[in-house]
């Protein structure tokens, strides 16, 4: 495709609902990467895919949030019994392969957890 | 751990004026990358310039220039010739070996007419 796409725009959850939040990352895109952004601040590393391998999962804040890639393209992250801390901006972000290539955006999901 | 230190939550410049937007950051490493992205209101995040460590020559994109200095762990970004379409918040951000980036908390750059 032409761009990182994201679905859906916009989220309303309860608290306590689980949600799924997906990612179409810029064809042909090796690595794939999850942030979170709150209000006013900067994106924040969640996790990190080399095709269909999570090699990185240290920014993920709980046992809830969840990210999967299982066939090397379109990701999903899912957030388990949602809490009100989880509203946020989630970015995914794609990229050519992995160190010298610049990770191009989509234009994020929003969260509102009531 | 690598921080990224953006001092001014806000700055304002004039129509065809030049602004500089500063970053500071923190690494051990001596091989890495640099980022300004913006963000609009709409959201998307846009790649406006980048910078490889190793290089001694600053990157510029049209309008847009570092002043990368190594040695201080500084990195600038200035606007000339500011357009209405540069009003957008200005992250930035480094990444190192281990490909995730790190960002500064943004500047809020708003644009007069």
């Known amino acids: 495709g032409a761009g990182v796409s994201q679905s859906p725009r916009y989220k309303v959850a309860k608290r306590g609902q689980d949600v799924a939040l997906r990612c179409d990352p810029i064809s042909g895109h090796v690595s794939l990467f999850w942030y979170q952004q709150a209000l006013g601040q900067g994106p924040e590393f969640l996790t990190y895919f080399q095709n269909e391998a999570q090699l990185d999962k240290s920014g993920l804040p709980s046992d809830r949030f969840f990210a999967e890639r299982p066939e090397g393209s379109v990701s999903t992250l899912k957030i388990q019994r949602t809490q009100q801390e989880d509203s946020a901006v989630y970015l995914c972000a794609s990229s050519l392969q992995g160190d010298t290539d610049t990770q191009y955006f989509g234009p994020g999901t929003r969260l509102t957890v009531l | 751990a690598q921080t990224v230190t953006q001092s001014q939550p806000e700055m304002s410049v004039q129509e065809a004026e030049t602004v500089t937007l500063s970053c500071t950051y923190d690494?051990?490493?001596?091989?890495?990358?640099l980022f300004w992205y913006k963000q609009p209101p709409s959201r998307q995040m846009i790649l406006v310039i980048r910078q490889e460590a190793y290089k001694q020559q600053n990157a510029t994109e049209n309008r847009f220039s570092v002043n990368f200095q190594k040695a201080a762990k500084s990195f600038s970004l200035k606007i000339s010739d500011s357009q209405l379409g540069d009003a957008a918040m200005y992250f930035c951000a480094y990444r190192s070996q281990g490909n995730k980036l790190v960002f500064g908390a943004g500047t809020i750059l708003r644009v007069k007419s």
């Open positions: 690494t051990s490493e001596s091989d890495y990358y």
